[in-house]
Each structure stands twice: as C-alpha cells, then as structure tokens.
C-alpha cells in the first residue's frame, strides 16, 4: 500500500470483519465506493454527509479501490448476495402493503368510479 493512502486506510482484524476501514473510524472502504459508484456522490458530497472525513480520506479509499479492484468488488458481491438472502427470508411487510397497493392501484380497483 502506498504511504498516503497507509496513513489513511487501515485493516485490523475484529474491525468491521477485518475490512479496509477509514483509519479512526469504522467507516469501510468499500461504503465510500458504493457511495461514489451508485449513488453518484462526488468526494466533496461525501465528506458534507460525514464530515468527520476529509477528502484525503475519502481519496485515499478510492485510490485504495482501484489498487484492489477485485477484492473490493467482490466484498461488496458477497455484501449483496447476503441482503438478498435475508430479504427473501423476511421480506418486508411494508413493500408487501406497497406493492398490493400498486396492483390495486393499476387495475383500477383502487378507486371507485365515479358516477355523474
């Protein structure tokens, strides 16, 4: 790892499973990816909503990503192989109420017809 992003980016075992983590904090790596990556947060986005970060953590976790790609890709695979797998298991009764709502909503059963 490069000195830089050393100072920035830690692995300790027993520390968010042992994950790359924004040193002095518990904020991972891969969370600053996903949050650059699918949301579309730029590094000064970032930091506004943690601003217990600075830029150059947040950079240094992005440099840190592309040093380890693969790995870093395949943490968040797992992550989200794992919250499918739990969803499945206990669905959520809300999007359930949601999508019976939506159903009703389209086939027009959802509102009565009016009479003029």
Not at 32 to 37: A, C, F, G, M, R
Not at 56 to 67: H, K, N, P, S
Not at 91 to 112: F, T
Request: include cysteine; proline fraction near 4%.
């Amino acid at each position: 790892m490069r000195a830089s992003v050393k100072e920035h980016v830690k692995i300790t075992s027993g520390i968010r499973g042992g994950k790359p983590t924004i040193a002095e904090h518990r904020i991972r790596v891969m969370d600053i990816v996903l949050w650059h990556n699918k949301l579309g947060w730029s590094p000064d986005e970032i930091v506004s909503q943690f601003p217990q970060l600075t830029l150059a953590d947040v950079y240094a976790a992005l440099t840190y990503y592309w040093d380890h790609k693969k790995e870093i890709e395949a943490e968040i695979r797992r992550a989200e192989e794992a919250e499918a797998k739990a969803r499945s298991r206990h669905p959520s009764r809300l999007m359930e109420k949601l999508e019976a709502k939506r159903s009703e909503v389209l086939s027009g059963r959802a509102y009565p017809k009016r009479r003029c």
